[in-house]
């Protein structure tokens, strides 16, 4: 529903993109996805033993959307909203 000066969804929604970066120590397994961005090798110190892997860095697309105080206020809509 639009209203008067509303611009619509694209007003509220807006793409982009976080990066997610962790350790692992089967680079094959967790670099196979087309959304690595980095991949470093690295050793660290786990309970006193030092372990040889790599710092993955991914990028995932998202939405950010902002609900408006209105919308989320009515009715059974604050069940489905996680905020």
């Known amino acids: 529903m639009h209203r ?3 611009k619509g969804a694209q007003e509220f ?3 982009t993109t976080r990066r997610h970066t962790f350790f692992c120590i089967n680079k094959t397994r967790n670099t196979s996805n087309e959304n690595v961005i980095v991949v470093v090798p690295k ?3 786990l309970f006193g033993r030092r372990v040889k892997g ?3 860095t991914t990028e995932e697309p998202v939405i950010d959307k902002i609900i408006p ?3 989320s206020m009515r009715g059974d809509v604050t069940l489905h909203d996680p905020e």
């Open 4 to 6: 008067e000066g509303d």
């Open 13 to 15: 929604e807006k793409g």
């Open 43 to 45: 050793k660290i110190t």
């Open 54 to 56: 790599w710092l993955v």
């Open 69 to 71: 105080l209105e919308e």
